[in-house]
């Protein structure tokens, strides 16, 4: 069973540029080339996707979050991560890392990590 956590800084103050990491564990064979994705959840708002990894290592970022946003990876340790740079105040969320078959599919959720922006 794949299973995802979260891992981040929690309380950023503006303007940083944290680094959320994911790290996977229980791959199979077949999980292995799933799509990496990054979504997030302001409160009281939906759902909003940031960003895909493929297995090559191609991304695809959100086209309004594209010049803030990149997806590098540690394949040594099965991690990937999110850096979204400038933050301020809406960035406010909970953070979540998914694998899914392929583009535009979320089939194994990490728990969440909360990013608070606030000076």
């Known amino acids: 069973q794949v299973q995802l956590q979260e891992s981040g800084p929690g309380l950023v103050k503006p303007s940083q540029t944290p680094s959320l990491t994911c790290t996977v564990s229980g791959d199979s064979a077949t999980t292995r080339y799933y799509v990496s994705t990054w979504i997030r959840q302001p409160p009281g708002k939906g759902l909003e996707w940031l960003g895909d990894?493929?297995?090559?290592?191609?991304?695809y970022y959100s086209p309004s979050l594209t010049s803030r946003t990149s997806i590098p990876r540690d394949t040594s340790k099965n991690q990937f991560s999110l850096r979204l740079s400038s933050l301020a105040p809406e960035d406010t969320a909970v953070y979540y890392c998914?694998?899914?078959?392929?583009?535009?599919?979320?089939?194994?959720w990490g728990q969440g990590t909360q990013v608070t922006v606030s000076s």
């Open positions: 990894m493929a297995y090559d290592g191609s991304t």
């Open positions: 998914v694998r899914g078959a392929g583009w535009g599919t979320q089939e194994y």
